[in-house]
């Protein structure tokens, strides 16, 4: 079971939760069900329901304002047998799930019911049967039990493992696997048979034609809203754009869903019908519940797609500095066409700019575009929204914001900051990283430009845009460019200080809920309370701290979810076993034995990070005069040692030929920390250098000697303008793969691996302003960290300046008026998390301010980890 974060859903209601909650009460009357929730979902749990991991499941659809009446109607069928099931929390949340904007895969699944195989069939049918002829949103993934009933049902996870919110595979009986994450379409693995005896799709779907005209050749972009494809007409041969509507999705209060905006944008495309850099409409047909508008086709790429392929436009030199002018000029210009036609575009933003043959900008997609003074609801965050007001008549002052960080985006690669609620701090923090990552006296006109068209008030907005048009130099701001201060150790202070203050407020609530990433997550080191309480233990000298820490860990030790975790480091046991040794709290946690970590070997989930978790534990075990228990951890970080050597020849990124190229993302990815060689090889160094294992250590050596001989291809290539930011990641890039490097390095006297190491920090300081989340996992203070240890190694000032540069960039990108709010960037764990919080970020700015220590834990051993 999955719960979305709670940034992820809107503000609730208190009156609008707590009807459903009181409704699902009356309806369970002393039933045995445990009834629990978090911010989206309401969870009813069955004590007779078996741990199952993947299985059939069934998803139930409906609109917002009848969920009400559909729990209603299913929860006494649910009580006849026994399974688990969860709810939206309330309508307002089961409205933006539907929405599909930021949860695509949520859309339709108003309700999931996790059955017991034997049962499937029979709750399928009854629940087909009384909610025969109730209306909702398809849900892709998935096949319907029967036509006119919107019960859905796919063969997929009944508990996610994979550590950034999806469960990656599905291991059959047969030790085939197969992806667990719901797509656009209904797949099956191929060890499960339909439940109700029907084929297995076919895997190529035939050819479509729309209308009965309209040939599709290749799809734009995936939506559960609708999908966009282009296509050729078979009337005339000309290429089109065919964009779909389904019913009842996005459907907003006054229910206005994606088909009624689609239609809006067709009377929106005729108002326009003439005006240049806008489709021209081609038809509006139905087909079924659907329905497509058909357009002329703008162009073969978006402003988005062309920033990804060939890196933002500052990086990109004096070149990049032209082309972008121009692309400004060019938007201006439709603009002014537009507005001249009485539209307001409403959402302008990187996805929405064509770029046509010879790089004619062209604006798309008009569907919640104001004409004749209607607009329907609807923005995108730090585009649109900062200066759109529901219930005051849009302005074409409004599209230039939204040009002004369309522009933003084009020179960073980076979305606007949009963290806080106060939209004058997000644009300020926005334009203090844009001059940062776009330096330069080359683009210090557009810098000016941005920052004018990014004014809250609108005849600034024009001003700035009208001087640019005319090669006019932009007229200082009223505000001045807004700076970032550099992070002295009174500020790091200040700051850590107030971060440990919040942590120590939430710290009560973080078991509360079933988990926010999978069962038991809230417990764990990556999304949970272990990686809280472990970087808490760093500051007990703060107020309420050792209160809080031995609050966690009691709530820990108690919770039901720890004996269901597995035996993983990261989102598992051996790192809920970590914090609560640390903690010597005065529970112990329940003896158990957890099941395996996955098959993966790597550091997240699987038998490295499992057997990392162990060397550990041995070594607070002998730190606290307990020979035995240290013996006994040792032994299990061998048997994981063990493991890894008999599958060395399948480690990723140590095959004597590459399976891809030195310089790939997907190589990144390989050899990567948290999923890759690098954590993997990481383990049997540190496990070498506790017990002196001769076969473990040349293992070890080799591994490091097929890492170092790949690094100098991915540094290269992450030199480039195109180089994704993942490369500076800590999970997934450089970063974890340099740390190890320099630690080795240190450790070895080996100046090669060394120098590499310290080459991969100084790409990564590079990268970090291009980089968008402050996190530890695929985000900045992952980069701070291993410039921290780099420093560290070295003794050289340089490298604690770039440190403290990064600091600079996590508080340009934070929310909070004097003292930083740090966001959660993920869809999964609290905003105090270690892995996508403010405690990974907490962990950085400690070890800056401290000029070294451990990351998490204590007594230390050669880790790269936390």
């Known amino acids: 079971m999955r719960p979305a974060h709670r940034d992820d859903v809107p503000d609730l209601d208190p009156d609008d939760a707590a009807g459903l909650r009181r409704r699902l009460e009356e309806l369970l009357a002393g039933a045995p069900r445990r009834l629990a929730s978090d911010e989206c979902w309401l969870y009813l749990l069955d004590p007779g329901m078996p741990v199952r991991e993947h299985g059939w499941k069934l998803h139930i659809s409906t609109r917002a304002e009848d969920l009400l009446d559909t729990v209603g109607l299913v929860v006494p069928v649910l009580l006849r047998h026994t399974c688990d099931a969860k709810f939206a929390v309330s309508p307002s949340v089961l409205r933006d799930l539907n929405g599909g904007e930021r949860h695509p895969h949520l859309v339709g699944k108003a309700a999931t019911v996790y059955p017991r195989e034997r049962d499937f069939a029979a709750i399928a049918n009854e629940l087909a049967d009384v909610l025969e002829g109730r209306t909702g949103p398809r849900v892709l993934s998935d096949r319907r039990v029967r036509v006119g009933s919107p019960v859905h049902y796919r063969y997929g996870p009944f508990r996610i493992s994979a550590p950034d919110g999806r469960a990656?595979?599905?291991?059959?009986p047969d030790g085939r696997a197969f992806s667990a994450q719901g797509g656009a379409r209904y797949r099956q693995p191929p060890w499960a048979s339909d439940p109700f005896g029907r084929p297995a799709p076919d895997a190529v779907p035939g050819t479509r034609l729309v209308g009965g005209r309209y040939r599709i050749t290749t799809g734009i972009v995936r939506s559960p809203r609708g999908d966009v494809y282009r296509g050729v007409d078979a009337t005339t041969d000309d290429r089109v754009v065919i964009k779909q509507a389904r019913p009842y999705v996005a459907e907003d209060e006054q229910g206005i869903d994606a088909r009624d905006r689609l239609r809006h944008e067709h009377r929106v495309l005729v108002a326009l019908d003439g005006t240049d850099g806008v489709p021209r409409v081609v038809d509006h047909v139905r087909h079924g519940d659907d329905e497509y508008l058909v357009m002329t086709d703008c162009g073969p790429a978006d402003l988005c797609r062309d920033v990804l392929d060939n890196g933002p436009y500052a990086a990109r030199g004096d070149r990049g500095a032209a082309e972008l002018a121009l692309l400004a000029l060019q938007l201006m210009a439709v603009l002014d066409g537009v507005h001249d036609?009485?539209?307001?575009?409403?959402?302008l933003k990187p996805r929405n700019v064509v770029l046509g043959p010879g790089g004619a900008a062209r604006l798309v997609d008009f569907g919640i575009s104001a004409l004749d003074g209607f607009r329907p609801a609807g923005g995108t965050p730090g585009y649109s929204l900062p200066v759109y007001r529901p219930g005051i008549r849009p302005e074409p002052a409004d599209d230039l914001y939204a040009l002004g960080a369309t522009l933003h985006y084009a020179l960073t690669g980076m979305d606007p900051v949009v963290v806080d609620p106060d939209h004058t701090i997000n644009?300020?923090?926005?334009?203090?990283?844009?001059?940062?990552?776009?330096?330069?006296?080359?683009?210090?006109q557009l810098r000016d430009l941005v920052g004018g068209l990014m004014s809250f008030d609108p005849a600034e907005r024009t001003t700035a845009a009208r001087r640019f048009a005319a090669g006019l130099p932009a007229l200082p701001g009223r505000r001045g460019t807004p700076s970032v201060p550099r992070p002295s150790p009174g500020l790091l202070d200040e700051v850590i200080g107030h971060t440990v203050a919040r942590s120590v407020d939430a710290a009560p609530h973080l078991c509360a809920g079933p988990?926010?990433?999978?069962?038991?997550?809230s417990l764990t080191l990556y999304a949970g309370a272990a990686g809280v309480g472990l970087e808490l233990l760093h500051h007990l000298d703060r107020p309420g701290v050792p209160?809080?820490?031995?609050?966690?860990a009691d709530q820990s030790a108690r919770h039901p979810e720890l004996p269901r975790l597995s035996a993983a480091l990261y989102i598992g046991r051996t790192g809920v076993d970590l914090f609560l040794a640390a903690a010597k709290g005065p529970i112990e946690a329940p003896p158990c034995d957890p099941a395996p970590p996955d098959d993966t070997g790597d550091q997240i989930g699987g038998t490295a990070g499992t057997g990392t978790g162990h060397l550990i534990l041995a070594a607070r075990a002998e730190a606290d005069g307990r020979p035995?228990?240290?013996?006994?951890?040792?032994?299990?970080?061998g048997d994981c040692a063990t493991t890894l050597l008999a599958r060395q020849s399948e480690m990723p990124g140590t095959a004597p030929e590459p399976s891809r190229p030195a310089a790939s993302s997907d190589a990144a990815y390989e050899l990567g920390f948290a999923h890759g060689a690098a954590g993997i090889i990481h383990f049997l160094y540190a496990y070498q250098r506790v017990t002196a294992d001769p076969v473990v250590r040349a293992a070890a050596l080799a591994g490091l000697d097929s890492l170092a001989a790949r690094v100098p291809g991915l540094l290269a290539t992450a030199e480039r303008p195109e180089a994704s930011r993942r490369y500076g990641s800590w999970c997934r890039g450089l970063t974890g793969l340099a740390a190890l490097l320099i630690e080795a390095g240190s450790g070895e006297q080996h100046t090669e691996w060394l120098a590499l190491g310290l080459s991969g920090a100084r790409a990564c300081h590079r990268i970090a302003p291009r980089m968008s989340l402050v996190s530890q996992c695929c985000g900045l203070s992952g980069v701070g960290d291993l410039l921290v240890d780099a420093a560290v190694a070295t003794g050289d000032d340089e490298l604690w300046h770039a440190a403290e540069d990064v600091a600079a960039l996590i508080l340009a990108r934070s929310g909070g008026a004097c003292l930083?709010?740090?966001?959660?960037?993920?869809?999964?764990?609290?905003d105090l998390?270690?892995?996508?919080?403010?405690?990974?970020?907490?962990?950085?700015?400690?070890?800056?301010?401290?000029?070294?220590?451990?990351?998490?834990?204590?007594?230390?051993?050669?880790?790269?980890?936390?």
């Open 168 to 172: 990656s595979v599905l291991v059959g």
């Open 341 to 347: 036609r009485a539209v307001v575009v409403g959402d």
């Open 427 to 444: 644009r300020d923090r926005t334009l203090a990283c844009l001059a940062t990552a776009a330096p330069g006296a080359a683009l210090r």
């Open 515 to 521: 988990g926010t990433h999978h069962p038991g997550s």
């Open 547 to 552: 209160r809080a820490v031995a609050e966690l």
């Open 628 to 637: 035995t228990d240290a013996a006994r951890h040792l032994t299990m970080a």
């Open 820 to 830: 930083p709010l740090f966001p959660d960037n993920s869809l999964i764990g609290s």
């Open 833 to 866: 998390a270690w892995a996508t919080g403010g405690t990974g970020v907490l962990t950085f700015l400690r070890r800056l301010r401290d000029r070294g220590g451990n990351r998490l834990w204590a007594p230390a051993i050669p880790l790269v980890g936390p």
